[in-house]
């Protein structure tokens, strides 16, 4: 007789993580940038890595391979022979194509045959500043059959304006997109980054019953003069750790991982300098394992302010 498997006889009191995102052997983007931090805060986490390459590209080269939906099948179905595929999460991160994307569908229908609770958390990465980097038509999938299977979405700005079809030029129209992607599907919808009148902020919303008027925050975030790879992976992930510990508490989940990342944006920026490298000169690789304190107990320094 084979031994238990301890994550599933012992099941950590957080949760158990499918995580499907990419991997760089060198640097920390995708799976390596949620990982370690969703470990760090008590979580069992099984990582699939979406492509694996050998450095993110921006880089002037990179090499690798990309997974493709039937590769990813085959893990699920070699999961569920073996009696491997309860999990109380499911994260997904940049995927960059159709088929990869709806073959993530079948995955969460799959993963909700075994745990109908399962959470889904979604980062729809595609696009930044007004530029789509995926495939075109992946947005009216995320649209059409992504956003109504998801529980919690952290899009960026460019990104909820895709899937919602409204500007965002204001917080009321930060607002209002989150209303209308929580009448698409998912509760929990935090907008991880908002560019207004030369300020950054997040804004959060939470609709604890179907129907009510969801809850609503922002925090305000100060900008830091320099570009950081990883960043949106890591918020999601600190995102999904925080607030399964605080699940009736999205702003004060949100302000625990805006902290963390922030302590770790600062770390990594002091670090540069004391390389002798000019931080704006070129993208950063955040440093996480020496920014692990700020991951596991942040000091919050940065409030939610809530809408009434």
């Excluded at 007789?1 to 760089?24: F, K």
């Excluded at 995955?107 to 007004?130: A, F, H, I, S, W």
């Excluded at 989940?253 to 920026?269: G, K, N």
Aim: hydrophobic share 35%.
């Amino acid at each position: 007789m084979s031994p238990p498997i301890l994550s599933l006889a012992l099941p950590s009191p957080t949760g158990r993580v499918l995580s499907i995102q990419s991997h760089t052997v060198q640097g920390y983007v995708g799976n390596k940038s949620a990982v370690f931090p969703l470990q760090l805060l008590g979580y069992d986490v099984d990582p699939i890595n979406s492509v694996q390459f050998s450095n993110h590209t921006g880089y002037p080269t990179f090499k690798g391979q990309v997974l493709n939906g039937r590769q990813l099948w085959d893990l699920i179905e070699g999961l569920e022979e073996n009696e491997l595929l309860y999990y109380t999460h499911l994260l997904t991160g940049y995927i960059g194509s159709v088929s990869f994307l709806n073959t993530v569908l079948e995955v969460v229908d799959k993963l909700r045959l075994v745990n109908p609770k399962l959470t889904y958390v979604c980062d729809p990465v595609m696009g930044d500043e007004g530029k789509l980097y995926v495939p075109e038509e992946l947005v009216s999938v995320y649209r059409e059959k992504v956003i109504p299977v998801a529980s919690v979405l952290t899009p960026n700005q460019f990104e909820a304006e895709q899937l919602t079809g409204l500007r965002i030029q204001s917080e009321g129209d930060g607002r209002e997109a989150c209303n209308i992607l929580h009448a698409a599907g998912p509760s929990k919808v935090v907008i991880t980054s908002i560019n207004m009148n030369g300020e950054l902020l997040l804004i959060g919303s939470h609709q604890k019953n179907e129907g009510q008027a969801p809850e609503q925050f922002k925090i305000m975030i100060p900008k830091i003069p320099a570009y950081f790879t990883g960043t949106g992976d890591l918020t999601t992930a600190l995102i999904l750790g925080w607030s399964n510990k605080y699940p009736e508490r999205l702003d004060l989940a949100a302000e625990l991982a805006v902290s963390s990342l922030q302590a770790v944006l600062h770390r990594t920026m002091n670090d540069y300098k004391s390389a002798g490298h000019d931080p704006q000169s070129s993208s950063l690789e955040i440093r996480l394992i020496q920014s692990q304190d700020e991951i596991r107990n942040p000091k919050v320094e940065f409030k939610a302010q809530r809408y009434d």
